[in-house]
């Protein structure tokens, strides 16, 4: 890892920012507003906790009940705490972060969230350590790992991705929000410790983060949701205006995948069983599965409902005997429908 791109990261979310409000560009700001039931559940979480949010979105996906979940780079604890409710006392949030002065923040309030909760034990704990070593969390022992905005800062990606998968149980799902940037950023940028901070110059070419996740054996992933971003301080467009960021959503899963959509006949029904979700649900931005409704499915599709913690929640019908060839998985779903916008995340 690099030395120096570590020490600029931790100084920049140690030391510069004291708040959201210090930000010079909206590249580490969610820009819409969480589901519903994610608004209420914020409610429950402390003022100077969610002063030092720097997220650009809202990686918190359905279906968390009595799961382990891993936050990497949890900061101040706010998505900490908010899956902390959404798990429940029978669930498990791991918050792991580097920067001291985040963890403290995030230590501090334990009690009290634990209190405000109703919940007799605590079910959170933070570490201190690097999301590129995931020191401390065993084999194949989480649920969901979740990240909002942080993976951009790591100076070694594909280390990330190497952990998330040890870690990962089969099954599992990555559920992010992050920086992506349509072209490579040049080297000189990448050091600048304020393009950093910003989540600009660590932002990841999407063809890259396709080739990381390929590497580790993730041969299809989806996207949620994406936004362009504006870079409205003029110090910064002259930099690097020249490059197009984009905020966006993302989950894989660790389950058998092929690198392009197959179509072997299945069909999924959504059985309306998910709490928050009882209409309509969103695997990506290309599936929204309405409650009853037979949808036909790719061969990955129907293994990313059928072999994660969805299985409960949906009828996968058919096997893998017959191969009819290539899937046409390139409609999207209703952009504006209100069953889309409670599925997945708002960045």
């Given amino acids: 890892m690099s030395e120096q791109t570590i020490d600029a990261v931790r100084e920049y979310y140690g030391q510069v920012l004291k708040s959201t409000d210090d930000l010079k560009t909206s590249a580490c700001c969610a820009d819409e507003s969480p589901p519903e039931h994610i608004r209420a559940l914020l409610g429950n979480v402390h003022d100077d906790v969610q002063a030092r949010f720097y997220g650009c979105g809202s ?6 009940e009595g799961c382990t979940v891993l936050d990497l780079g949890c900061g101040s604890g706010r998505d900490v705490y908010l899956l902390s409710q959404l798990v429940g006392p029978s669930g498990r949030v791991i918050g792991i972060d580097m920067t001291d002065e985040q963890l403290s923040v995030a230590e501090t309030y334990k009690s009290w969230h634990m209190e405000r909760f109703g919940f007799a034990e605590a079910n959170v704990s933070f570490l201190h350590g690097y999301i590129e070593e995931l020191a401390g969390i065993g084999d194949a022992s989480v649920d969901v790992i979740v990240s909002n905005c942080v993976i951009n800062l790591s100076p070694d990606k594909a280390a990330v991705f190497k952990q998330v998968m040890r870690v990962l149980k089969p099954g599992g799902e ?14 000189a940028l990448q050091v600048d410790p304020v393009l950093l901070g910003e989540c600009l110059s ?15 054996g993730v041969l299809d992933y989806r996207e949620i949701v994406s936004r362009r971003l504006s870079i ?32 072997y006949g299945h069909v999924a029904y959504y059985r309306g069983t ?21 949808v036909p499915v790719c061969g990955n599709t ?13 009828t996968v019908v058919g096997d893998f005997a017959a191969h009819y060839g290539p899937f046409d998985c390139t409609a999207p ?15």
């Fill in 59 to 64: 990686p918190l996906p359905l279906a968390l």
């Fill in 174 to 187: 990555i559920y992010f929000s992050d920086v992506f940037a349509g072209r490579r950023v040049p080297d």
């Fill in 202 to 216: 660590g932002a990841l070419y999407t063809e890259d983060f396709r080739r990381i996740l390929r590497a580790e």
């Fill in 232 to 263: 409205d301080d003029p110090v910064i467009e002259v930099k690097i205006g020249m490059i197009d960021f984009y905020s966006k959503t993302i989950r894989a899963f660790k389950v058998p995948l092929e690198d392009i959509c197959e179509n």
């Fill in 274 to 294: 998910i709490a928050d979700s009882p209409h309509a649900f969103m695997l990506d931005n290309h599936h929204l599965f309405r409650t009853g409704m037979p």
């Fill in 302 to 314: 129907a293994n990313m409902l059928s072999e994660s913690r969805f299985g409960q929640h949906f």
């Fill in 333 to 347: 779903v209703e952009a504006s429908s209100p069953e889309a916008a409670t599925g997945g995340a708002c960045c």
